[in-house]
Every structure is written in structure tokens, then in C-alpha cells.
């Protein structure tokens, strides 16, 4: 069974079902929504050596390619695509969007933009850069309207090789993975970021996110053998 709901202003995206009596995890979401409604975080280093050296060949943003890798491994487990219905009872969306942050140097401040997302590499970038040259200079928390309901959150602090970074609110922690990276580093020919994931324990444990990082550096390495744009 799936249900069709609005997302954002006009986009309608599939959510389906999760059947509570056959799924594995009906208790572990129970206990972790009901009883102890808790996150966490986990901080892992990323070998992004072959997005760098494409976005620098290519003369494409870092940050870009980033959020593409990210968003590409996010939407191939269903684990980071999970929402909670009207009746409580957990769903998959069908695709997730990044919400992503801008920073505005002169003001110290950021603002919240999102884009869509397309496996397609070359379309995918092309609306990222179309959103930033629209939306980029937008001030306030959020910097461009109609968010989708379907999203996900990242961001990059490239000024700080950080060794951890747990981001908290009130209330239940949230279903949708917060991600955020840092500076860049090099050491032996490779390039690492230190990459923080966040998210309820009733839609992820760690193994889970060891199953997101195998599927990252499968996105990251991808750069490597990906075509640079004709001039």
C-alpha cells in the first residue's frame, strides 16, 4: 500500500507504508518513539579524495559534489528516508531533497536553501547552482520558500577539522538524518573530512550507519571515473 501526499508547493511524493507485523523492527521503533525517545550521533572519517580532485578539474563547487554524494548515498537506504505518519505508524518516502546551508561571510549568519534531487549527476548540479545563483543571497533562517516535507539536512563547517559534532533540541530526536562535514584534510595522498550523521535510534542503530558510510565512499569514489563538463 502507498499513499500520495504534497510536498512542498507543488511536488507530490510517494510515502510507503511500513508493515508493523512483518517489519523486523517493530519494537526497536516502539521502544525508541514510545518509551525512550532517543538520538545520536556519529562522527566518521570520509576519504573524499576523488570528489575534490574532480571538482577542482572540473571547476565545480566542492560543496556541490558533496551534497550530491550525500544525498545519492541518503536515498539508497531506506533507513534515512523514514518518516512518521499521521498515525504514528512509520513510512519510507520514495526520495528525499537536501536541505542545505549557505554561509554569509559579511554577516557571520547562514540561511537554510534546498534543492531537489536527481540521480542524474549533470541535472542534479545543474538546479544546485541554479538554486545558490537564485536563492544564495537571501537572508534569514530560510532562504528559499516551499521546503519540501520529504528532506534532509546538511551542511559543512570548512573551517574546522572537527573530531565530533552532536547537534540537540528539545523533544524526540527527529527520523531524518542530520549531516554535517567539515575541513577538508590530506595526509599520504588521500583527502579526508570528518562527517557527522544524527538521527532517532528508532530509524537507525550503528550498523546502520555503517552501512551508510560503505554506501558514501561508494558515491565519493564514483568522481573518480565521472566525466568533466564540456567548456
Same mark, same amino acid.
Given at each position: 500500500?502507498?499513499?500520495?501526499?504534497?510536498?512542498?508547493?507543488?511536488?507530490?511524493?510517494?510515502?510507503?507504508?511500513?508493515?508493523?507485523?512483518?517489519?523486523?523492527?517493530?519494537? &526497536?521503533?516502539?521502544?525508541?518513539?514510545?518509551?525512550?525517545?532517543?538520538?545520536?550521533?556519529?562522527?566518521?572519517?570520509?576519504?573524499?579524495?576523488?570528489?575534490?580532485?574532480?571538482?577542482?578539474?572540473?571547476?565545480?563547487?566542492?560543496?556541490?559534489?558533496?551534497?550530491?554524494?550525500?544525498?545519492?548515498?541518503?536515498?539508497? =537506504?531506506?533507513?534515512?528516508?523514514?518518516?512518521?505518519?499521521?498515525?504514528?505508524?512509520?513510512?519510507?518516502?520514495?526520495?528525499? &531533497?537536501?536541505?542545505?546551508?549557505?554561509? &554569509?561571510?559579511?554577516?557571520?549568519?547562514?540561511?537554510?536553501?534546498?534543492?531537489?534531487?536527481?540521480?542524474?549527476?549533470?541535472?542534479?548540479?545543474?538546479?544546485?547552482?541554479?538554486?545558490?545563483?537564485?536563492?544564495?543571497?537571501? #537572508?534569514?533562517?530560510?532562504? #528559499?520558500?516551499?521546503?519540501?516535507?520529504?528532506?534532509?539536512?546538511?551542511?559543512?563547517?570548512?573551517? =574546522?577539522?572537527?573530531?565530533?559534532?552532536?547537534?540537540?533540541?528539545?523533544?524526540?530526536?527527529?527520523?531524518?538524518?542530520?549531516?554535517?562535514?567539515?575541513?577538508?584534510?590530506?595526509?599520504?595522498?588521500?583527502?579526508?573530512?570528518?562527517?557527522?550523521?544524527?538521527?532517532?535510534?528508532?530509524?537507525?542503530?550503528?550498523?546502520?550507519?555503517?552501512?551508510?558510510?560503505?554506501?558514501?565512499?561508494?558515491?565519493?569514489?564514483?568522481?573518480?571515473?565521472?566525466?568533466?563538463?564540456?567548456?
Amino acid at each position: 500500500m502507498r499513499g500520495r501526499i504534497r510536498s512542498g508547493k507543488e511536488q507530490a511524493v510517494m510515502i510507503t507504508p511500513i508493515d508493523l507485523d512483518k517489519w523486523p523492527r517493530n519494537y &526497536h521503533y516502539k521502544y525508541y518513539t514510545e518509551a525512550l525517545q532517543v538520538g545520536y550521533s556519529v562522527t566518521i572519517k570520509v576519504d573524499v579524495t576523488e570528489v575534490l580532485a574532480y571538482s577542482r578539474a572540473a571547476g565545480r563547487s566542492f560543496y556541490g559534489c558533496m551534497i550530491y554524494a550525500i544525498s545519492a548515498a541518503v536515498n539508497r =537506504l531506506d533507513c534515512m528516508k523514514m518518516v512518521k505518519m499521521e498515525d504514528g505508524n512509520p513510512g519510507i518516502w520514495d526520495r528525499v &531533497h537536501p536541505v542545505f546551508t549557505v554561509f &554569509h561571510k559579511e554577516s557571520e549568519t547562514f540561511s537554510d536553501l534546498w534543492t531537489s534531487w536527481d540521480p542524474d549527476f549533470e541535472t542534479f548540479y545543474t538546479e544546485y547552482e541554479r538554486v545558490v545563483d537564485r536563492y544564495g543571497n537571501c #537572508r534569514g533562517i530560510k532562504g #528559499r520558500e516551499h521546503q519540501p516535507a520529504n528532506f534532509f539536512c546538511v551542511s559543512c563547517s570548512p573551517w =574546522l577539522d572537527f573530531i565530533a559534532y552532536a547537534p540537540s533540541s528539545p523533544g524526540p530526536a527527529q527520523l531524518f538524518p542530520i549531516i554535517a562535514y567539515g575541513k577538508y584534510t590530506e595526509a599520504d595522498g588521500r583527502v579526508t573530512v570528518p562527517l557527522s550523521v544524527t538521527i532517532s535510534h528508532a530509524a537507525a542503530d550503528g550498523y546502520h550507519i555503517s552501512k551508510f558510510a560503505a554506501v558514501l565512499r561508494e558515491e565519493t569514489e564514483s568522481f573518480g571515473s565521472r566525466t568533466y563538463p564540456e567548456k
